[in-house]
């Protein structure tokens, strides 16, 4: 059987190092492809250079065509520009929606049939406006965010218990921004929720409570460390996570932003919500009863996803 074919829309930062990853993982064969002639090309060339000494088999090209990523079974796009320090991801949404455009079109022709991973921020907006300009099935297109934010809740959950990542989940729903809706009642050690170990004196609210701020600002404190860019190794390996459940039918469960009609009474919109990932895209949106408190933290992150979504439309009439 042929190996999978994994186009990376984008070959910068993220690229790169998705490119790294998925050849690690021997997931398939990796086509890099940018506007930038050269990158996509020379980095393709390194990675491959390091199979003798990482020994996987996968083939690696970088490429300035779009032909390129004909049959591509998943489609992961990180093209766009990064934020810099003083910047929200707001603020990269009109010249992030024009490249959208042009993904989008590149891969409704070339790769119809892929499953698609949007990391371009700001993302519910992106993944949104993405999935309008390909005009794919809304649950072959999905953004990826909630791993990213639940793996930075778990690791400083971690490092507050002083106990192994691998025990620790957490639950982060709603927009991949300020309005982020980290959910206490549904994170936990070994199986313990975070308030049943507040109330055993593990940690404090108050711990907690800058905890999940943290969180919320973990793209930000990234951001201001690097000065130049932001994350990636962390955003790459969210989403290789995800393109593994679906290239190997897992279905995990998985926070993503992902078409939500009807669940959490939403109509129609992208959104961060627990899903089933597998052989068939989104297979599953998990539409769990939120508390009061919750419910209105998930509000607001709706209303300011929407507010994204509407700006799009004014930007670009073919959206509205
Ligand atoms: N088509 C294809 N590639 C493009 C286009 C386009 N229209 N416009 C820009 N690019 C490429 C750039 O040439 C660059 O190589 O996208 C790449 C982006 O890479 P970086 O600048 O290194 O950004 P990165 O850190 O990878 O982040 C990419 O993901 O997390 C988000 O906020 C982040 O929106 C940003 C995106």
Known sequence: MARPKIALIGSGQIGGTLAHLAAIKELGDVVLFDIAEG?????????????????????????NDYADIAGADVCIVTAGVPRKPGMSRDDLLGINLKVMKSVGEGIAKHAPN????????????????????????HEKVVGMAGVLDSARFRHFLSLEFDVSMRDVTAFVLGGHGDTMVPLARYSTVGGIPLPDLVKMGWTTQEKLDAIIQRTRDGGAEIVGLLKTGSAFYAPATSAIEMAEAYLKDQKRLLPCAAWVDGAFGLKGMYVGVPTVIGAGGVERVVDIKLNKDEQAMFDKSVESVQGLVSACKEIDETLA
Do not use: H, Y
């Not at 990391?119 to 005009?135: C, H, K, Q, Y």
């Open 39 to 63: 990158t996509p090309q020379g980095k393709a060339l390194d990675i491959a250079e390091s199979g003798p000494s990482e020994k996987f088999d996968a083939a690696l090209t970088g490429t």
């Open 114 to 137: 892929a499953f698609v991973i949007c990391i371009t921020n700001p993302l519910d907006a992106m993944v949104w406006a993405l999935r309008e300009f390909s005009g794919l099935p």
